[in-house]
């Protein structure tokens, strides 16, 4: 950074920060809102109503399961992914010509296309099979196409950004065998990468609602099927309770996904070699 | 290479590859010759184009995305330039903040459009204590396009940001020194030089725009944008063959206005570089 800051801010800089403060409460304010609702006997009353966890404890005694069944499929899915997108990026970084290219093209379809598409076209290939239609693993098979390209996405960014050749070429020559150099070579290198689409991978499944809508049967409920369910029926508080166990859940998500984006380019900075200024 | 290195990437890339055609080409494809087999034949594909009903919901929707895309970009736009060009105190929390809601899903986002302009809701509090009047607008048009910009502003600041980190100050000090005026250089460098990025995130804004359907759940279903007339064809009149003729058309316009930007923003960044 070569400029330095200069004492007097001139009036476009306060325009400017009101602005920018004015778009963080319009984010924020629902959020604080939603959360007191949520612990408030009577939102409508007010705060002077008092507090309470009432809403909290009952939303935990009938939407627990709903909670549960969310946690299981997104690590199912981080586990698919995983298998399936790590191996398909390392691929993909390794060949690079019109045919892995367009093959990186059609994996992203599933984030392309809109979510009620991909979930209709399963349950027309597919809903017809009684115990697969009705188990979880129908909804995870959504979630896993929907994430997978995130994943991929993820761990290619990294794998190109690195010098594979010549690393995988040094460990070839001292006799390395491929599966040595998978796992002692490009697993370790694209850490960084694994561990930011791993979060992007849980952050959205826990999330994902347009395809589980149609995915979903009444003993298949996921967490946000049951918000979705709460908000149009029961009353302002219990759905502002239920909001906040979602909140628990996935701020700390998106909080380590800030903090391991700016880890990973601290430490790329850290690899580059020094340059000249 | 060697020969024994191409059947290990092969033997890598089949379990991706198997799981995507078993799960999405075949099925998209099957979905597809649906689609053709309703009342209407090949003609639902066409249908969405001249039945007023799903014409009608297809036009404000690719309006309502258009819309939402142009206001976000606008407001990530000035926020993320400021962001990444000062340095003050709670700068960093500030972009945390703005960041916070990247993974809420549309569900949760209409939620908060009801926690601002519902019927318990802050704009209608304040509105009443100001003009008399409650404003409730969450549960029409409007609160569709509020929870849309809501949703859209984390993705695109953080986009916005990262390409304003590239872009070289010296440029835009050597069109102040050259007498360009404040507005001048917004529009002639500043504007330009973020080009490629507001491509690629307005055709994201577009997209999502297009496909989202939580937050039209949640605030009202009768709002008539064309995903929750595709819910309703499938789950209230089970015409199947409809709404997956229509989720194609869907499917169809979104991909398009990807494909579209990406090539726009390519040549661009292949121009400049």
């Not at chain 2, 003609?43 to 007023?52: D, H, I, S």
């Not at chain 2, 060009?85 to 209409?110: D, H, S």
């Not at chain 2, 969450?138 to 990262?162: C, D, Q």
Request: charged letters at 10%; hydrophobic letters at 55%.
């Amino acid at each position: 950074m070569s400029r330095t800051v200069t004492a007097r801010r001139s009036l476009v800089f306060w325009l400017q920060l009101a602005f920018t403060l004015a778009v963080c409460a319009f984010l924020i304010v629902p959020v604080g809102l939603s959360i007191l609702a949520g612990l408030t006997a009577n939102f409508f009353l007010g705060i002077d109503s008092g507090l309470t966890t009432q809403w909290l404890a009952k939303v935990w005694t009938d939407y627990r399961h709903t909670v549960y069944l969310s946690i299981r499929i997104a690590l199912a899915c981080l586990v698919c992914t995983l298998l399936l997108g790590v191996p398909a990026a390392y691929v993909l970084a390794r060949r690079q010509n019109a045919f892995t290219r367009t093959l990186e093209e059609l994996l992203v379809m599933p984030v392309a296309i809109p979510g009620l598409a991909t979930a209709l076209a399963l349950i027309v290939m597919y809903g017809g099979w009684g115990d697969f239609r009705r188990s979880w693993l129908f909804i995870l098979v959504g979630h896993v196409l929907f994430t997978l390209p995130f994943m991929v996405r993820s761990v290619l960014a990294v794998l190109t950004s690195i010098d594979l050749k010549t690393l995988e070429e040094g460990a070839r020559s001292l006799g390395a065998s491929f599966v040595q150099r998978f796992f002692g070579i490009v697993l370790p290198n694209c850490r960084g990468g694994i561990l930011a689409g791993s979060l992007m991978v849980v952050t959205l499944s826990l999330g994902e609602f347009n395809m589980t809508l149609l995915l979903h049967t009444p003993l298949t409920q996921t967490l946000p099927v049951g918000l979705a369910d709460t908000y149009a029926s029961l009353r302002l508080e219990v759905g502002s309770a239920y909001t906040l166990v979602f909140f628990i859940i996935i701020v700390p998500l998106l909080v380590a996904m800030q903090w391991a984006a700016s880890w990973s380019a601290s430490t790329a900075r850290r690899r580059r070699p020094p340059q000249q200024t | 290479m060697g020969r024994d290195d191409r059947l290990w990437l092969a033997v890598l890339l089949a379990p991706a590859a198997i799981v995507f055609i078993a799960f999405f080409l075949l099925p998209l494809a099957r979905l597809f010759l649906i689609g053709g087999s309703g009342a209407l034949g090949w003609g639902a594909y066409v249908a969405a184009f001249t039945e007023p009903r799903y014409f009608r919901s297809l036009v404000s929707t690719v309006l309502l995305s258009a819309g939402v895309t142009a206001v976000t970009l606008a407001i990530s736009g000035v926020a993320g330039v400021f962001l990444q060009r000062n340095r003050f105190r709670g700068c960093a929390l500030l972009t945390a903040l703005l960041t916070l809601p990247l993974a809420f899903p549309g569900v949760v986002i209409g939620f908060m459009v009801i926690m601002l302009a519902g019927r318990q809701g802050l704009i209608p509090d304040i509105t009443e204590a100001l003009t008399g009047e409650r404003l409730v607008f969450a549960y029409s048009m409007a609160g569709l396009f509020t929870g849309y910009v809501y949703f859209s502003i984390p993705r695109t600041i953080l986009t916005v940001m990262a390409a304003a980190e590239k872009l070289d100050p010296r440029i835009e000090e050597a069109a102040r020194s050259l007498g360009a005026g404040r507005w001048r250089v917004v529009r002639d460098v500043i504007v330009p030089g973020l080009k490629p990025a507001f491509l690629s995130a307005g055709a994201i804004c577009f997209a999502t725009a297009m496909g989202a359907f939580g937050t039209a759940f949640t605030l009202a279903t009768r709002i008539n944008v064309l995903p929750t007339v595709i819910y309703t064809e499938f789950t209230l009149q089970a015409n199947v063959a409809m709404a997956g003729a229509l989720s194609f058309v869907l499917g169809a316009i979104t991909w398009a206005a990807l494909a579209l930007a990406r090539t726009a923003a390519g040549s661009t960044v292949a121009a400049a570089g």
